[in-house]
């Protein structure tokens, strides 16, 4: 049960709470755990190792809150803001992320274990080192997520996008067959240990710049465009419909991120509005295939329209090629 007086100054808001925070340093771990703060607004909040379990979180703002090392292990978090939230070292095993936004956070050395993170936003997130085992990670977006050093093992991973994701050579061969998506896309880094991930990758998210891309065998790739490559035998015109609608929902999702309209991509995820995915307006420009189940010249703009139509895509440049 949560200590009153210290659930009574952190009701007071951001400011009262970081000041009496500074003015007693002597209070390492404030108790806050068990309380219901779902909602609330703790931006840039100072709570680095409070105790924080089974607390009700759900729908809070805590964008850039500073979270190190806190105990948060079986907490409520569904749909919180905890964009560049700073949660190294932080317990968070068991705790509920489904649908959360952690883009930008750091969770190097976090306990992620049998942590609820499905759905959830965390592109450019610092999960080096990170304790992920049992962890379920489907249709969560890790676009340019640090997973090196990650423990993954029996983690959930159907349907999350790794693409352009930092993972050792090791972990990408662990993941395979466990239906992430964008895993051929992954930077793969070849010859870093856990010991070297810190210099590599240091607490932001940007890599050292002392250490080169060659010496990494990091992969350049184009932030334009999205390669998919499918290798399922044979691909009919229902397959394609639905790898297509798959592609288009992610599109449009990571295009309302990036649109900074997050309340637009709660409601997207829940109802699937049409007139999101209008909005994000997918272009397919080329379609190309080394083994085809029909003759490549009668595989058309228009004999593929059906299909497009139905999930609001275009296609934009000519026939199917084959390479």
């Known amino acids: 049960m949560a200590n009153q007086e210290h659930l009574d100054i952190l009701k007071q808001g951001v400011e009262v709470w970081n000041q009496w925070r500074k003015a007693h340093p002597d209070i390492l771990q404030p108790d806050l755990q068990g309380a219901d703060l779902s909602q609330a607004y703790f931006m840039y909040a100072h709570l680095e190792g409070a105790h924080l379990r089974y607390v009700h979180l759900e729908g809070a703002h805590l964008s850039g809150a500073y979270l190190e090392k806190a105990d948060l292990s079986g907490a409520h978090l569904e749909k ?6 700073h949660l190294e070292g932080a317990n968070l095993s068991n705790a509920n992320l489904n649908s959360t936004f952690l883009d930008g956070a750091n969770l190097s050395g976090a306990n992620l274990s049998g942590a609820n993170l499905s759905g959830s936003f965390l592109e ?14 489907s249709d969560a977006i890790l676009r340019e997520a640090n997973l090196l050093g990650a423990y993954l093992n029996d983690a959930n991973l159907d349907k999350a996008n790794l693409s352009k994701a930092y993972i050792s050579e090791s972990e990408k061969d662990q993941l395979r067959g466990k239906g992430a998506i964008g895993l051929y896309d992954a930077l793969e880094v070849v010859g870093v240990g856990r010991d070297e991930i810190a210099e590599v ?30 290798t399922e035998e044979p691909l009919t015109a229902q397959n394609l419909t639905t790898i297509i609608s798959a592609l288009n929902e992610l599109h449009t999702k990571c295009w309302l991120i990036q649109q900074d309209r997050f309340s637009d991509l709660i409601n997207y995820a829940q109802t699937h509005d049409i007139r999101f995915t209008k909005e994000a307006n997918l272009t397919i420009g080329k379609l190309n295939a080394s083994k085809l189940i029909m003759r490549p010249e009668r595989v058309t703009e228009e004999r593929l329209a059906p299909y497009l139509e139905q999930r609001d895509c275009r296609y934009d440049e000519g026939p199917l090629q084959e390479s």
Do not use: M, W, Y
Request: glycine share 6%.
């Open 80 to 85: 919180a803001n905890l964009i560049e939230a």
């Open 124 to 137: 450019k997130v610092d999960l080096s080192g990170a304790n992920l085992s049992g962890a379920n990670l």
């Open 201 to 230: 990758f240091p607490s932001t998210t940007t890599p050292n710049p002392s250490v080169s891309k060659k010496t990494l065998g990091v992969a350049q790739a184009s932030s334009s465009t999205i390669r998919i490559r499918i």
